[in-house]
């Protein structure tokens, strides 16, 4: 695990964020070029060495309920990388990027496409749809408990 010290040198190794101190020696760190109201990306970096990155609605990640990743035993490269995809998110608006479009199989190797649409997330099989999702969160824990899994840009079920 990265310590304290670790982590604040990573995270301020970008310049686009901005250090503000927090109550009980915690640190966060803002994108203030947010296209979002949003600015957080780093929250309550901890002398212990925990902390949260603001990953809502970036695919791949599971965040809880606020959008928060917990990156106590991230390592350097998985700190800078969500670090990295946070500000990308929070600079991106929905018509900057492209679309969502992934293929997700399950044991029987059954395919369902998630794609996300007008701002739904929508599972298809075929031409067929077979649900839709506020966030992709949602969608992604649904194809999850029916037991499919995400294929990779190579091919590889993940």
């Known amino acids: 695990m990265l310590t ?3 982590k604040q040198a990573i995270i301020e190794s970008y ?3 901005t250090r503000k101190d927090v109550s009980m020696k915690r640190v966060n760190y803002h994108y203030l070029d947010s296209k979002f109201d949003k600015t957080v990306v780093v929250q309550h970096l901890h002398p212990n060495g925990n902390a949260f990155v603001y ?10 309920g606020r959008g928060l990743v917990n990156v106590r035993e991230a390592s350097e ?3 800078r990388q969500v670090i990295e995809d946070a500000i990308k998110g929070l ?8 679309p969502v479009e992934e293929v ?3 044991g029987n190797n059954s395919k369902l496409e998630l794609k996300e649409e007008l701002d739904a997330w929508n599972v298809y099989h075929g031409l067929n749809l077979e649900d839709s999702f506020g966030d992709y969160q949602e969608a992604v ?3 999850k408990e029916e037991g499919f899994r ?3 840009d190579d091919g590889v079920i993940e």
Do not use: H, M, T
Request: charged residues 45%; aromatic residues 12%.
């Open 141 to 143: 824990d649904y194809l």
């Open 77 to 79: 490269a998985e700190l």
């Open 55 to 64: 990953v809502a609605d970036i695919p791949g990640y599971e965040p809880d």
């Open 104 to 106: 997700w199989r399950d």
């Open 15 to 17: 310049p686009e964020l």
């Open 150 to 152: 995400k294929v990779g």
């Open 4 to 6: 304290f010290e670790e």
């Open 91 to 98: 600079s991106e608006s929905n018509d900057d990027r492209e």
